[in-house]
């Protein structure tokens, strides 16, 4: 099969220093210290799809052709292949020294003309749009092209996300040898307009087609918050209100997301919808990048006395808690802040049809730790919880 690859090089540099996307900023987050996310993470997903092909699990003996453009866009996130592997490689281009969504439309052109099967990308949702608006570009056929996204960006909406970028291998591999079909799965992505007024809303953009796996494919996410919720919205921030009566000197790391922040309106606290936010003994500290966690969060911790609580929402329909549009929350964070001191918040209808949250750290090592606990514990009312498993993968 003939696979192309696309790599949004700039995707995901802005998640650990708090920006909401990295559109137009690659340059400012480079210079703020961030570090590629992107392709490390098609590099991740490109040698455990090398390891796939090369078992057992490959019963066709499929070969595998990867067709990309050399550098920072494809060849450079390749892995060292040997003569024996039955992936190869195929350059077609060659990335630019700067890059701009119609590097990334010509890189699909390219692709397209090389006779690939299915395409392969690890960006966000703003990489989504340009590969869907460059296959609808070129016809009604190139439509059909199958894309796999490895959420490598700030933001993951889309439906064609795999789960991680082990999980994008999965597909590969399941979809090369003819387990999967493709199905149509829309395009998502948060609508700039209403959020410069304070909004967060998803807006659906396009669709594409995309393997089917309910299992390793992330799915789009919904809008799932209903105005009849505004009751349970209140018993929630009542129930944390309560826990700062008992525990004055408690720390509270408010995570993103509607649910959260119109709780903080209950609690009279000016949130920020797409940021991460902490409260302590009434004062908070606004929309903070990974640094600034660090700094705050380990001053407090210094007193071993002190404790600190991280709420989280998971995303409606996807059921991710961690690693969708949440960067700042690092692996050094997370460790930091430790796995007994998280609490997920959920209202009934994000309950429903949720039988498992996803957690995708960036980091294998800590993915696994909670995947080991395999529950974490979720407020669903006024001093109402129960505990939802951490799905595998």
């Known amino acids: ?108 052109g390219d692709l397209l003309a090389s006779g690939v099967e299915a395409i392969l990308y690890a960006g966000g949702d703003g990489t989504t749009r340009d590969i869907v608006n460059a296959l609808e570009a070129a016809g009604p056929e190139a439509q059909k092209t199958a894309v796999i996204g490895v959420p490598g960006g700030v933001k993951m909406h889309s439906g064609c996300f795999a789960t991680t970028p082990k999980a994008a291998a999965e597909v590969v591999l399941s979809f090369a040898i003819g387990d999967l079909r493709t199905a149509i799965t829309e395009v998502m992505d948060l609508d700039e307009t209403v959020y410069a ?86 004062t908070v500290y606004s929309d903070l990048n990974e640094a600034r966690l660090l700094e705050v969060i380990g001053a407090h911790l210094s007193d071993e006395h002190r404790r600190v609580l991280l709420l989280l929402s998971p995303m409606g329909g996807q059921g991710f808690l961690i690693g969708r549009g949440n960067l700042q929350l690092s692996p050094d964070v997370l460790r930091l802040i430790g796995h007994a001191n998280i609490l997920g918040i959920a209202t009934p209808s994000k309950l429903i049809g949720l039988e498992a949250v996803r957690i995708d750290t960036g980091d294998e090592a800590l993915d696994a730790e909670f995947q080991k606990k395999r529950f974490i514990k979720i407020l669903q009312g006024f001093r109402t919880t129960r505990l939802i498993r951490v799905a595998e993968l």
């Open 1 to 108: 099969m003939r696979l192309g690859l696309v790599v949004n090089p700039d995707a995901g540099l802005g998640g650990k220093l708090g920006f909401k996307g990295s559109d137009g900023r690659a340059e400012e987050a480079r210079a703020a210290g961030a570090q590629d996310r992107a392709g490390p993470r098609m590099n991740q997903c490109l040698t455990h799809l090398l390891n796939l092909t090369a078992s057992s699990l490959n019963r066709t003996n499929t070969q595998l052709q990867l067709v990309v453009w050399g550098g920072r866009m494809g060849g450079t996130w390749v892995p060292e292949l040997d003569d024996s592997s039955p992936v190869s490689i195929e350059l077609v281009g060659a990335t630019p020294d700067s890059t701009t969504p119609k590097d990334t439309a010509q890189l699909v």
């Open 197 to 282: 007024k304070g909004e967060w809303k998803v807006r659906m953009y396009g669709e594409a087609w995309t393997p089917s796996s309910p299992r390793f494919m992330q799915g789009a996410k919904e809008q799932v918050e209903r105005v009849s919720e505004e009751d349970t919205i209140e018993g929630l921030a009542h129930h944390v209100a309560t826990l700062l009566e008992d525990e004055p000197d408690l720390m509270v790391v408010w995570g993103s997301g509607g649910t959260l922040r119109r709780m903080g309106e209950h609690l009279k606290l000016d949130l920020t919808l797409l940021g991460i936010d902490v409260q302590h003994a009434g």
